[in-house]
């Protein structure tokens, strides 16, 4: 078996192998490398190998976006021009918007697509041998928002809601939504592509054509499916009949192509594996609202809080694993923590938040659960089919703790009681929720916010009255206050909750007690550590040999 310290020499050296492979192939998907040789091969009429820019000939280009209900279309027979841009310059990037017609069809939860050509100018897009077109969905599929009420008066956020939107809405089903943004993209580079090492991820994007002895690459058209957002949909009615579309366009480098394109693939993965439109576009959010350099930074930090988060949380479990004695720990704090820790996971759920927030929530209630089952000394007994709870006895120095414990809680009752029952009655007469259900819900993940933290201070009245820190699990402690800091990062970074934004720079200033504490408080070596077992004790039973 492999020893403590060895388990995390090898957990840090496959962080380090795996944060140096991705950096490698990073920088393999941003540096392309062209083919060898180009000038050579042109002088000598274009030998194999190299693959030409068809844009290096400057030809006269027009863009031309048509709307149609078929997923295929041969001909020009059912379909819609909606954009034309006759004088097509790559190089200059515009925003237009554009009244789209809704069919029929559309309207009755059915789809429209976009087509998008880009062809010369003067000519039919399906007469033009050498144009280029994708497909894009201007539709998709959710479930909507319900809508929120005053729980007092009954007033709407809405005065006045459609009949049918009110019926669409109690069906709790997904509904046709409007993408009102379309972003089209062309890689404007001169680049000379290597036919023998062609990346993947471009080809599939790619349209070859043989001219004289060379060979060309048609213009590389992308539609940018990062920037399609949930705050961009709109719900499709049956009395809907128009709806305006915003389409935009701008170059891109061959480098950033090509991590768009990846981040496009991990995108669709993550929605193959159950994510929702919604989870995705937390995703989306980080790589379109962010600089792509402090993306770089984002990329590096979210793989160190991956590192730090299982080191805490192993070195959380083995705590609790090994824990004897509740001996200078609060009690009524760890019931806090596991109560806060449940009701912010509820809250999260009932907001819809990203499953990248959801789910660490969701691992942490159950650990705090299982914690409140140690620190009770808590033992299920069957009986058949009945269960038998049992509660295990405390020695004296837990009842001493236990006392202290209780009076920290006398005094912090007195401010904290009225302040949540205050917020809680002010939120219900002036906020609007969608039940009571999410008004309970956010009253108390509220007080857990906004108060949550004067919760953490009976352990530091225990510690203070104890005159020793020795019992707390200062490894773990350490390892999540690495994780405060670039959760403090993290807060601007996914969508999230404003209380819960706010709340994770609450846990600095806590920690920074705690370091004052440590300082202030020596070691004492006949003092119990965080197992129940002092230092002379352990020398004891384990004489040293030689």
């Known amino acids: 078996m492999l020893s403590r ?74 379909i819609d021009l909606i954009l034309n841009v006759e004088d097509f310059d790559i190089e200059s990037r515009f925003e237009r918007t554009v009244n789209v017609s809704v069919p029929k069809k559309t309207r009755n939860n059915g789809t429209l697509y976009a087509y998008i050509f880009l062809h010369h100018a003067g000519i039919l897009p399906w007469h033009d041998g050498k144009q280029v077109h994708l497909v894009s969905p201007l539709t998709t599929y959710m479930v909507p928002k319900p809508e929120e009420v005053n729980l007092i008066t009954g007033e709407s956020t809405t005065q006045q809601i459609e009949a049918e939107k009110k019926q669409i809405n109690a069906l709790d089903e997904p509904v046709s939504h409007w993408r009102s943004r379309l972003t089209l993209n062309v890689m404007v580079e001169d680049f000379v592509f290597d036919g023998s090492s062609l990346p993947a991820d471009v080809h599939r994007y790619m349209k070859m054509v043989q001219l004289g002895k060379t060979v060309h690459y048609l213009p590389i058209l992308f539609i940018d499916q990062l920037s399609n957002r949930v705050k961009d949909l709109m719900i499709i009615n049956r009395s809907t009949t128009e709806l305006p579309l915003t389409v935009s366009y701008d170059k891109i480098s061959l480098g950033k192509l090509r991590f768009w394109i990846h981040m496009q693939d991990a995108v669709f993965s993550l929605q193959q594996f159950g994510f929702s439109e919604k989870d995705a576009d937390e995703v989306k959010g980080i790589f379109v609202d962010t600089n792509l350099y402090f993306l770089a930074l984002t990329f590096f930090v979210a793989a160190f809080h991956l590192l730090f988060d299982f080191l805490a949380f192993k070195n959380d479990i083995s705590f609790w694993k090994k824990k004897k004695s509740m001996t200078g ?4 704090a760890v019931l806090w923590r596991c109560f806060s820790t449940v009701v912010i996971f509820l809250f999260l759920l009932d907001e ?71 917020g809680a009655a002010y939120s219900l007469l002036n906020v609007k929720y969608k039940s009571w259900y999410s008004w309970l819900i956010n009253s108390f993940v509220n007080g857990v916010y906004a108060f949550g933290f004067l919760f953490m201070l009976p352990q530091l009245f225990v510690n203070y009255k104890m005159k020793s820190v020795a019992h707390l699990p200062w490894k773990a402690f350490t390892y999540k206050a690495f994780n405060t800091f670039i959760d403090d990062i993290f807060a601007f970074i996914i969508t999230m909750p404003t209380s819960h934004r706010l709340a994770c720079f609450r846990d600095d200033v806590v920690f920074l007690v705690y370091l004052y504490q440590r300082w202030l408080y020596p070691v004492d070596k006949s003092r119990v550590n965080e197992y129940g077992e002092s230092y002379e004790e352990k020398l004891k039973r384990k004489p040293h040999r030689e």
């Open 5 to 78: 310290s060895s388990f995390t020499s090898l957990v840090v050296g496959v962080f380090a192998v795996y944060v140096a492979h991705t950096c490698w192939v990073m920088y393999g998907i941003v540096c392309t490398r062209p083919c060898p040789g180009p000038a050579k091969e042109e002088r000598a009429g274009g030998a194999a190998g190299c693959i030409w820019p068809y844009l290096a000939r400057r030809p006269k280009l027009q863009l031309s976006v048509y709307t149609t209900t078929r997923s295929n279309i041969g001909a020009e027979n059912n």
């Open 352 to 422: 819809q938040t990203s499953l990248l927030v959801l789910i660490p929530a969701g691992v942490g209630a159950v650990i705090e659960l299982w914690k409140v089952k140690k620190a009770l000394k808590m033992t299920v007994i069957w009986r058949g089919m009945r269960p038998t709870i049992q509660f295990g006895a405390y020695n004296e120095s837990e009842k001493r703790t236990e006392e202290y414990d209780t009076q920290a809680m006398k005094y912090l009752s007195y401010l904290l009681y009225p302040l949540c029952i205050g």
């Open 329 to 332: 720990m609060s009690t009524k």
